[in-house]
């Protein structure tokens, strides 16, 4: 996409994404939410409530691998992380949370309203409910549930899940990490469920950046697995220059630090379009995965993928 331009000192400006993976079969229903949730996030008077608010709209949508809809792990449970970063550098994260649907709202606790980075797991989720914040949702629609129980779900420990998972992990309906240059319209007749996907926010008030991304991982991960959403640097970033939020294969994103990438090239002059297309070339080089990455600079907003497809939405009050 061509850089869009910057907004009015004052004025909000989002860009959000509904994640990199398959081509939706169905693209104008969900860009219509991607769309609304700009919408929300330009109502919030911060950067930081306007990333929240754009992404609690997408983690209530079952089109969306985030919240409600999320991928699904080796024991059937959907656990969700998110993390949020801005451009002073405070940053919080939370990671594999049964029953939480707004789990970027959650990271915003730990970023507000603690003096650590990252909470995990049953402490996060109490975390959640202490501060107000909807625990206990059942998180797995029944099109999840019916697809993970005709994969004759494994039993016994750790070791059984990693043999059922070793031909099944994302294969499901993120399909994150598949790139577009080989058969992408025959994997996507293949797919029971394309249409969703990670989603993630970047915001500017003209002065300041927020950025944020939440998930529910890959599908048919092992229990517990936790990717590059909520670890500072790949789901997610922001400083001074701007702020950027990655989807994609998340153990290939994590071992580049994309969103990291992305602002180190917005530090070094390059547009907003320019440094994500720059940082999803790198990604390619080292990895040959495929990921998507969203970035709001100082210029405006900018977006590139690798994979067959990711929708986004840009727009200011
Ligand atoms: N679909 C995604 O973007 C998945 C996410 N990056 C993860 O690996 O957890």
Sequence with gaps: MPTQPAPRSGSIRVIVHGGAGGAPDEPE??????????ERGTERETPLG?????LAVLESDPR??????????????????????????ELGAVCSMPGVEHAASVAR??????PHIFVSGSHAVE?????????????????????????????????????WLATRFGS??????????DGGAERSEEREAPDHDTVGAVATDGETFAAAT????????????????????????CTEAGGASATGAGEDIARVTLSRRAVDFLDDGLDAQAAADRAIEEFEEITESGA??????????????????????????
């Design 109 to 114: 606790v730990v970023h507000s309203e603690t």
């Design 29 to 38: 229903p969900r860009q219509a939410v991607l769309d609304r949730a700009v």
């Design 214 to 237: 939440s998930t529910g991982g890959r599908s048919f991960a092992l229990a517990g697995r936790v990717g590059d959403v909520p670890q500072v640097g790949s789901g997610f970033f």
């Design 292 to 317: 998507g990455v969203i970035v709001l600079g100082d210029d405006g907003a900018g977006s590139a993928f690798n994979t067959d497809g990711m929708q986004t939405s840009v727009g200011s009050t």
């Design 50 to 54: 306007a990333v929240e608010a754009a």
């Design 64 to 89: 969306f691998n985030a919240g409600v809809g999320g991928a699904v792990q080796s024991d059937g449970v959907v656990r969700t992380d998110a993390g949020v970063m801005t451009s002073d550098r």
């Design 172 to 181: 499901g309906d993120d399909q994150a990490g598949e790139r577009s240059d």
């Design 127 to 163: 975390l959640a409910d202490d501060f107000g914040i909807e625990t206990g949702v059942d998180l797995l629609t029944d099109e999840k549930r019916a697809r993970y129980e005709k994969e004759d779900p494994p039993q016994g420990g750790p070791r059984e899940h990693l043999d």
